[in-house]
């Protein structure tokens, strides 16, 4: 993607004037590229990367002042009033919705990926039964990468595909596989009859003693839970497939990379915390205890589910989750459900709070999702990996347009705040190590 330059910042350092490219972006914010800061002796420095633009994408743009979220240019509302999930990883992918055509023949490619080889059933059996299943899924996703070290060449635009069509049919399958292994149950196969959700549920509930029926309700609300989770530009797992995947790295350990990612309660493991954290609360009357501490600095507690690096305002996708929140509770005749009573009373009592008003804390993409999983059945433990499931085509996209666009090895450089030079001193002639200052 080459962009042109349409003015300069003009950077003045003592006596020197350094002019610096803008370049505007098709939306969003215009970037000033500093990549020739170095060679003047300088780097900028931004922890966290919080006015860091790492790169050039065209898949998803996300506006958190305005609460927008577009990918491809379509509104995530449209998306899952009107899409589904498996639409929207043809449009993440290829940048376009297809037509009738394209969307059976991806959907025939996509069911003929679902299997995993058998040996990965007994590599599975290598876990402790108690192991997490985002630990789980960080083994046996990099796994994967043994399977077909050797029949993928990253700059062939064919493999890169077929290597995203495999992750994203086969992730449920290995997601299922994970709840059932602790379960010590057997792992059910993929039925190719089945609607891409609908096979994910059954995978995970079905038995083999008996048919198993996906309540068609459940099946759109979990389909709408993986678009909901599909993509959303460079957050920090995303942006850990696209430095993993800038060495050169095989996919599906750069996957797993971003799979390690996201399993931090600061990102992906929010929605297990939320649950967590509204079981810790316990009942209505303790919010207030519990708001009070999200609010004080010197305790490390957080509202999990709320808040967000980019949106400064709803979510969007936490409106279209809550939504769907309220269609499984009443299909399921849960309505009165105390969990959901207990969030959107915290809910409110948060958006009514100066202190989150003030910091723009608003409930992300994380926080009624929890809610809806442990509704269908899902243990809390399994969360995050429902997260990464519906991630994978985000993180594949990106990492497509990477490896297709051009791109440079990632090594950012430091702010070096460790000694300066100093010789070796023999073992005779050390002080004590706590004596000696930094
Ligand atoms: C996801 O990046 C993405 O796009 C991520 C994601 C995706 O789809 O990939 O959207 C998915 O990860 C959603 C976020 C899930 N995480 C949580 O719900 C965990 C709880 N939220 C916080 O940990 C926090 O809001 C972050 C990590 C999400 C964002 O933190 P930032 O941008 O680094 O902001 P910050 O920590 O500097 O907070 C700014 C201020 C601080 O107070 P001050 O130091 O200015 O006094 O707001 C406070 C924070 O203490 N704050 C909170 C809070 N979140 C921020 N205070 C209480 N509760 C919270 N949840």
């Known amino acids: 993607m080459a962009h042109e330059s349409q003015s300069a910042a003009r950077l003045s350092i003592d006596e020197s004037e350094i002019e610096l490219p803008i370049i505007a972006g098709r939306e969003g914010p215009k970037v000033i590229d500093v990549g020739k800061l ?34 491809r240019g379509y509104p995530i509302e449209q998306l899952a009033e009107h899409s589904d ?26 069911k003929h990926h ?3 080889d058998e040996k990965l059933r007994t590599f599975i059996q290598g876990f402790r039964r108690d ?12 796994a994967l990468s043994a399977f077909y070290h050797d ?163 709803y979510d969007p996708r936490a409106k279209v989750m809550q939504q769907t929140c309220h269609e499984v509770l009443n299909e399921l005749g849960a309505q009165d459900n105390p969990t959901l009573r207990m969030a959107q009373r915290l809910e409110k009592i948060a958006l009514e709070d100066s202190y989150f008003v003030e910091k723009r804390l608003y409930p992300n993409v994380d926080f009624y999702s929890g809610i809806i999983l442990k509704a269908i059945g899902i243990p809390v433990e399994l969360f995050t990996v429902i997260f990464a499931t519906g991630r994978t085509p985000g993180w594949i996209a990106h990492w497509n347009e990477m490896i297709g666009g051009g791109y440079r090895l990632g090594r950012p450089r430091q702010l070096y705040q460790g000694h300066q030079r100093r010789d070796f001193v023999p073992l005779e002639q050390r002080q004590p190590s706590e004596s000696i200052g930094r």
């Not at 498996?86 to 940048?95: D, I, R, S, T």
């Not at 192991?131 to 990099?142: E, L, S």
């Not at 891409?196 to 609300?221: G, K, Q, S, W």
Request: charged content about 20%; glycine content about 8%; some cysteine.
């Open 151 to 313: 029949s993928l060449d990253i700059n062939s635009e064919e493999d890169r595909l077929r290597t995203a069509m495999r992750l994203i049919a086969k992730m449920p399958t290995l997601a299922a596989m994970s709840y059932k292994y602790p379960l010590g149950q057997p792992f059910i196969y993929p039925r190719n009859e089945l609607g891409f959700a609908e096979n994910f549920l059954h995978m995970m509930f079905a038995t083999p003693c008996e048919d198993y029926e996906v309540n068609p309700v459940i099946a759109r609300a979990m389909d709408r839970i993986l678009l909901l989770h599909a993509d959303h530009e460079q957050n920090a797992s995303t942006s850990t497939v696209r430095m993993a995947g800038s060495t050169g790295a095989n996919p599906y350990a750069c996957v797993a990379a971003g799979i390690a990612a996201l399993w931090g309660p600061a990102h992906g493991g929010a929605n297990e915390a939320v649950l967590n954290m509204l079981d810790e609360i316990g009942d209505e009357r303790n919010i207030d205890k519990f708001v009070a501490k999200a609010k004080d600095r010197d305790d490390p507690f957080r509202l999990m589910g709320f808040g967000h690096r980019v949106y400064k305002s």
């Open 131 to 142: 192991a997490h299943p985002m630990a789980v899924m960080c083994g046996i996703v990099g």
């Open 85 to 110: 999930y498996l639409e929207l990883c043809y449009l993440l992918l290829k940048g376009e919705l297809p037509n009738a055509a394209e969307r059976a023949e991806f959907d025939w490619e996509i």
């Open 38 to 71: 170095a060679s003047q002796g300088y780097f900028t420095y931004d922890p966290g990367f919080v006015s860091t633009a790492s790169c050039n994408s065209e898949i998803t743009y996300v506006d958190g002042d305005s609460g927008v979220l577009l990918h």
């Open 114 to 116: 679902t299997m995993v």
